[in-house]
């Protein structure tokens, strides 16, 4: 099994790297929004001196940590998926003795964030000297904390937008399902702007939500702003998701193995 | 008229492709109508917790967001359909029979492709900057409104050029396809006001992709901020930023060569 992975991971690396100027683009995408946010909410800071508590330094430091958790616990199953389904091409990997979502699919992603979090290291150093944020109150024991909570994210996220991809079985709207889907997270993840500053029911709800456990959890944790039991009841609750999330992607993904007919053939 | 009659045949044989494609349709609307509630959300929340964003209302946020939406549209309506399409010209050599076309192969390009839905787009970023100018509590006097429309179509303009240029590029540099996610990728700067952001990225979007030429300054005419030399300067660059763009298209277009030969 063993083998099996590291030499997936070998073609999957080979294989992204040869993107590697399609990647730098993608990153560039992607960091633009979190650092419009980072630009805004401090500028509403500076002027009122706080915003419900948080400072302007609150601010930056939490993007600039969001720019690190979003890229690890992110995944881009929909986009290297779905169209195998559509186009028929999955039928190749289907007859191998491996699951091609739990291994294939992983170690593709996992390529593809090793290259863009490489990518990401030097953008966020010039970062930090733009915006020089205060990093005083992140200790060792969070940074170690928020490990395994953002393995545990990514794991969650990775199995639920794999279930979301799997339902390319059954329409071929999955992209729209996904926009959908991606639209949720953004309110409920702490993408926008930390969750205490959302407005009360959205906070309410988002605390039994696995979405939070992707940035605003493990970011918090690398900050330190949780309590002893807050930090529990978060890890409870990623385990909680774990499973749920488990038994979820393999009952979508049983029933639509079924009804797969491999277009074309 | 010929470039009338060509749009017309455009936009009618753009249709019939959507009609093709019916249920997605309604599937866009409905997702284009949910992310129309999140921009509204995020602006509440924004607004809940201050009453100014770099001294602009809620109104006038609105009325960004409206103004924002019209460059969004000319994006996703036009810029990308049409690039999808030429980069593949380019790439399989089908752009000979572009150029043999009797019409202005720049025309040509950029406007064979029309995604028609997204026109609801533009009535709905009408709506939210005239409801936007209503909320906000200053009187926007004839001119100021003149003004804001003038400068709005000058910043679609600038930008219409700098893709013209992205995609020229291709002539030379035929892997070249990620031409417009630069484009793109700078977009959302637009829907804030660029006066919050800090001096550099508001350089970048002023100066090397100016989305805030589009979104901000428009806006800026509309409270009555501009002067008229700088009124004048940006309708000057915008035209002078269309030239040098064709230009750079010819010279482009010299340089195409075909894909087999």
Redesign the interface.
């Known amino acids: 099994m063993f083998l099996i992975f590291k030499r997936l991971w070998q073609v999957n690396w080979a294989e992204q790297w040869q993107y590697r100027?399609?990647l730098l683009?993608y990153l560039?995408?992607w960091?633009?929004?979190p650092?419009?946010y980072l630009?805004?909410w401090t500028?509403?800071a500076n002027?009122?001196g706080s915003?419900?508590g948080f400072t302007a330094n609150d601010f930056v430091t939490y993007y600039m940590v969001l720019l690190i958790c979003d890229q690890i616990t992110s995944n881009i199953v929909i986009h290297t998926f779905a169209y195998k389904i559509q186009d028929g091409s999955l039928s190749g990997e289907l007859i191998k003795p491996i699951h091609p979502l739990l291994t294939n699919g992983l170690v593709n992603n996992i390529a593809f964030k090793m290259l863009t979090i490489i990518g990401l290291i030097p953008i966020w150093i010039i970062l930090f000297f733009?915006?020089k944020p205060d990093f005083s109150g992140v200790s060792l024991s969070g940074v170690l904390l928020s490990i395994p909570a953002m393995i545990l994210g990514f794991f969650i996220g990775y199995l639920l937008s794999a279930a979301i991809t799997s339902l390319a079985f059954w329409t071929t709207?999955v992209y729209?399902i996904h926009?959908?889907y991606f639209?949720i997270i953004?309110?409920f993840s702490g993408q926008?702007?930390p969750l205490p500053?959302?407005?009360k029911v959205i906070q309410d709800i988002a605390q039994f939500l696995p979405f939070q456990l992707f940035m605003y959890y493990p970011i918090q944790l690398i900050l330190g702003k949780l309590s002893a039991e807050q930090i529990i009841q978060g890890y409870i609750m990623a385990g909680v998701w774990l499973v749920v999330s488990i038994l979820f992607f393999n009952w979508v993904w049983r029933n639509g193995v079924k009804r797969y007919s491999a277009v074309g053939a | 008229m010929q470039t009338l009659k060509l749009l017309s045949a455009f936009f009618k044989m753009n249709v019939q492709m959507s009609l093709a494609y019916r249920a997605d349709t309604v599937v866009n609307i409905l997702l284009n109508i949910m992310w129309l509630g999140w921009e509204l959300l995020s602006l509440n929340i924004i607004f809940s917790n201050t009453e100014t964003l770099g001294g602009w209302g809620l109104g006038e946020l609105i009325a960004l967001l409206g103004v924002f939406r019209l460059v969004n549209t000319l994006m996703i309506a036009l810029i990308w359909p049409n690039t999808e399409k030429f980069n593949q010209s380019i790439r399989d050599g089908s752009m000979d029979y572009t150029i043999l076309q009797p019409v202005n192969s720049m025309f040509l390009v950029t406007f064979s492709r029309i995604t028609v839905w997204r026109f609801w787009d533009l009535i709905l970023a009408v709506i939210l900057i005239v409801v936007g100018i209503n909320m906000a509590d200053q009187v926007t006097s004839a001119p100021q409104v003149l003004t804001f429309i003038l400068l709005a179509i000058t910043g679609m303009i600038i930008i219409y050029s700098l893709w013209i240029v992205l995609i020229a590029l291709t002539f030379w540099f035929v892997k070249f396809d990620n031409n417009v996610t630069i484009l793109q990728a700078l977009l959302d700067a637009g829907r804030y006001p660029a006066t919050v952001y800090p001096v550099w990225l508001r350089i970048i979007v002023t100066f090397i992709i100016p989305i805030a030429v589009a979104t901000t300054v428009p806006l800026q005419a509309l409270r009555g901020e501009l002067e008229a030399p700088q009124i004048l300067t940006f309708i000057l660059v915008s035209i002078v930023s269309f030239f040098l763009a064709s230009r750079i298209w010819k010279a482009g277009l010299k340089q195409y060569s075909g894909a087999s030969s």
């Open positions: 100027a399609n683009m560039l995408y960091l633009v929004s650092i419009i630009a805004v500028s509403i002027v009122k915003v419900n733009l915006f709207r729209s926009e959908f639209a953004l309110l926008f702007v500053l959302m407005p």
